[in-house]
């Protein structure tokens, strides 16, 4: 199990590894545009060698890219469904080109109109995606928290999604403050067991390559995506040794997303916490 964290890569994306190094961080994920904007620029030459040499140097990684806020495979305009599938693209290619192991990404809402109401044209979207990208980016999941009608708090729905589109590139990222927040208690030892039984019945176990470990602002069952430092929310630090001794996670990479001691992301105090935890539980 390695321990990493989201950071940033504002210079360039090869900057991303000393900042890891820097927190103590195994393995990271990364933007490799603004988050919150269409506007794509292709990696340089010169970033595409310097992550790749700085990760081998430090022995970074899997490493990942998380994909902009903007995708929204359930919307009814046709123009946003584009941009989100060349989004989509975009991010593919470039975890291609810096040998991540894929795009971790939201899969937006259905605005109201439901699941179902949806499902054929994601599929499709997704579909297209695939088409058009390499093929050996992974095309990564991740659980909502459901707040706003989002496509993918259940694992029912991203069971569909995964068995609608029959690809050995679609994986899963399971987020603990989604899960928290959606309604699966993964903070008691008895939820977390339900939750993973829940998680193999609809994915599969064999489908999930990354953990985003976020403790939760929200209570149990709150719907609403806040994020918390590791054993300051409400899934505790009972609740992370419980997650990092299962079995289901012993090779799985975590990756923080947490707002950090100062409020400016993942730092070092939450990465040892988690290795603590690491050390103590998982290798006696």
């Given at each position: 199990?390695?321990?990493?964290?989201?950071?940033?890569?504002?210079?360039?994306?090869?900057?991303?590894?000393?900042?890891?190094?820097?927190?103590?961080?195994?393995?990271?994920q990364?933007?490799?545009?603004g988050?919150?904007?269409?506007?794509?620029?292709?990696?340089?030459?010169?970033?595409?060698?310097?992550?790749?040499?700085?990760?081998?140097?430090?022995?970074?990684?899997?490493?990942?890219l998380?994909?902009?806020?903007?995708?929204?495979?359930?919307?009814?305009?046709?123009?946003?469904?584009?941009?989100?599938?060349?989004?989509?693209?975009?991010?593919?290619?470039?975890?291609?080109?810096?040998?991540?192991?894929?795009?971790?990404?939201?899969?937006?809402?259905?605005?109201?109109?439901?699941?179902?109401?949806?499902?054929?044209?994601?599929?499709?979207?997704?579909?297209?995606?695939?088409?058009?990208?390499?093929?050996?980016?992974?095309?990564?999941?991740?659980?909502?928290?459901?707040?706003?009608n989002?496509?993918?708090?259940?694992?029912?729905?991203?069971?569909?999604?995964?068995?609608?589109?029959?690809?050995?590139?679609?994986?899963?990222?399971?987020?603990?403050?989604?899960?928290?927040?959606?309604?699966?208690?993964?903070?008691?030892?008895?939820?977390l067991?339900?939750?993973?039984?829940?998680?193999?019945?609809?994915?599969?176990?064999?489908?999930?390559?990354?953990?985003?470990?976020?403790?939760?602002?929200?209570?149990?069952?709150?719907?609403?995506?806040?994020?918390?430092?590791?054993?300051?929310g409400?899934?505790?630090?009972s609740?992370?040794?419980?997650?990092?001794?299962?079995?289901?996670?012993?090779?799985?990479?975590?990756?923080?997303?947490?707002?950090?001691?100062?409020?400016?992301?993942?730092?070092?105090?939450?990465?040892?916490?988690?290795?603590?935890?690491?050390?103590?539980?998982?290798?006696?």
């Amino acid at each position: 199990m390695k321990i990493g964290a989201h950071v940033s890569a504002a210079g360039g994306v090869a900057t991303s590894i000393d900042r890891a190094v820097e927190i103590g961080a195994e393995c990271v994920q990364i933007f490799a545009s603004g988050p919150q904007s269409w506007a794509f620029k292709p990696l340089s030459e010169d970033q595409i060698i310097a992550f790749r040499e700085q990760s081998d140097r430090h022995g970074i990684g899997p490493n990942f890219l998380h994909g902009i806020y903007l995708v929204n495979l359930g919307s009814p305009d046709v123009a946003h469904l584009n941009r989100s599938r060349g989004a989509l693209v975009n991010y593919l290619e470039a975890a291609h080109q810096i040998r991540a192991e894929g795009v971790i990404f939201h899969s937006g809402s259905h605005k109201g109109a439901g699941f179902p109401a949806v499902f054929k044209q994601t599929v499709e979207r997704l579909s297209e995606v695939l088409e058009a990208s390499p093929e050996e980016s992974k095309l990564i999941i991740e659980n909502c928290a459901g707040m706003g009608n989002q496509i993918g708090a259940s694992f029912g729905e991203i069971g569909q999604i995964l068995r609608g589109l029959t690809s050995p590139r679609v994986k899963v990222c399971l987020d603990t403050q989604h899960c928290f927040a959606a309604g699966y208690d993964v903070a008691t030892r008895e939820g977390l067991e339900r939750t993973l039984d829940e998680f193999e019945k609809e994915i599969g176990l064999e489908h999930l390559v990354a953990v985003h470990a976020n403790d939760s602002k929200i209570p149990f069952g709150g719907g609403v995506d806040r994020h918390e430092n590791i054993g300051e929310g409400n899934i505790g630090i009972s609740g992370f040794e419980n997650i990092i001794a299962h079995q289901a996670f012993r090779e799985i990479p975590f990756l923080l997303e947490v707002p950090g001691t100062e409020r400016s992301g993942p730092d070092r105090l939450n990465v040892d916490r988690l290795k603590e935890m690491r050390t103590r539980l998982t290798e006696q």
